[in-house]
């Protein structure tokens, strides 16, 4: 921004997302930071040399660039410090690594996103961490989970697949009692949407693959963390080396600016079909958290500001074969994994892995990624899938 001097937080978020983080000042007169690359950042002298005594001292520990971006990221989470990591798995895998130590009990959802899953039953089992699902619908009866070791409780809401909705403040309220650390995989709604660090939560975790890209292009992690745990995190991603690629660092601020504009489209576009696919006869049920037929909607509307663009339904019977026959008609949505891009997707979900919430469904569960295209149109495909079911 030209003016240094306004207090960002004041501000709208389209403004904030416009300008945030970087100020044009800050590189004589662009309005966009360079791509600063480099591992050797020199010292005018040896005794500064020796000290350290200077903002930059090497590649791994932070550029113009990557300040840039984790500032506005800052701004939008109100966190005290966030680290910029190679992919959203490394956000989520980074802090668990931060907090968790051998002989430590971690409390892990079950809607968990599948890799986090994988990560948990085998780096942490292996390092001594005792690991334990919890039902995403659990609330603040998680104090009968928690053990003096209980160092980590992990929580993503909505959960990946399923779209649970978790009382977010009422287990940070527990886990706090015990003095456990909690966790939050918040890509789903981006601070937009939902400000974890507001409802107590220490971390919150960003799979900047999906929004702030939104095209498709990067992958790219980020990880906030109050006060208290910020010292623990960072000096983690430095021991481990950690650290994002310069152009797609860029691209992720770049990313930010456009952010709200094009959440706004997945959101309302994603409800609408929600909304179609409700009354659809072929489907059983429609797992989006903004529908208030959702079990976890009063929650929802109480915590979140707004639902993002990536759901999933159910067909009232069926299996593999129908589920196939659906997914090999459509035309626009492509069959693919992520979510958060321009182009719509669509997956058939597996629930294989969960341990403690085994859903009884009719049919199968078929998760739509809603892209930025017209809603009629992808109403249309949608429409050739129950064709040839
Ligand atoms: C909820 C959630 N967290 C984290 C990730 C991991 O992100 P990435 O694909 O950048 O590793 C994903 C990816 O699908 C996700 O859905």
Request: contains cysteine; negative net charge; glycine residues 10%.
């Amino acid at each position: 921004m030209a003016n240094k001097k306004i207090d960002m937080s004041k501000l709208g978020i389209n403004t904030r997302l416009a300008h945030d983080g970087y100020s044009a000042d800050d590189y004589y007169g662009f309005v966009n930071p360079p791509v600063v690359r480099g591992s050797t950042v020199l010292f005018p002298n040896a005794e500064t040399m020796a000290t350290g005594g200077q903002k930059y001292t090497y590649g791994t520990r932070g550029t113009p660039l990557s300040d840039a971006l984790a500032n506005a990221v800052n701004g939008l989470e109100g966190s005290a410090g966030t680290v910029l990591v190679p992919s959203g798995l490394v956000a989520v895998t980074l802090p668990l690594l931060a907090f968790l130590s051998c002989g430590d009990h971690a409390l892990i959802v079950d809607s968990v996103y599948g890799p986090t899953r994988h990560f948990a039953n085998t780096i942490l089992k292996r390092m001594g961490v005792e690991v334990e699902y919890y039902q995403p619908e659990i609330g603040a009866d998680i104090a009968q989970l928690l053990r003096p070791n209980t160092k980590v409780v992990f929580t993503e809401s909505p959960g990946s697949n399923t779209f649970e909705i978790q009382d977010i403040p009422a287990i940070a309220d527990e886990a706090h009692k015990a003095g456990a650390v909690v966790l939050m995989d918040n890509t789903w709604a981006t601070p937009l949407y939902f400000r974890p660090l507001d409802f107590g939560v220490d971390v919150s975790i960003h799979a900047a693959t999906k929004y702030p890209s939104g095209h498709a292009d990067i992958l790219f992690g980020m990880v906030s963390a109050n006060e208290k745990c910020w010292p623990q995190l960072l000096e983690t991603h430095g021991t481990l080396g950690l650290c994002a690629a310069p152009d797609d660092t860029y691209q992720i601020l770049r990313g930010l600016r456009t952010m709200k504009l094009r959440l706004e489209h997945h959101r309302k576009s994603a409800l609408e079909i929600a909304r179609w696919l409700e009354n659809h006869p072929a489907v059983a049920q429609v797992l989006h958290p903004a529908l208030e037929s959702h079990p976890g909607h009063d929650i929802w509307k109480r915590d979140f500001s707004g639902s993002s663009g990536v759901f999933s339904f159910v067909l009232k019977q069926g299996g593999n074969a129908e589920a196939y026959r659906f997914l090999n008609a459509l035309e626009i949505f492509g069959l693919g994994y992520s979510w958060g891009g321009y182009e719509s997707l669509a997956v058939k979900v597996s629930l294989s892995d969960r341990t403690v919430t085994k859903r009884d469904y009719p049919g199968p569960v078929i998760r739509l990624q809603i892209g930025i295209e017209d809603t009629a149109d992808l109403i249309d495909d949608l429409k050739k899938g129950f064709a040839a079911l």
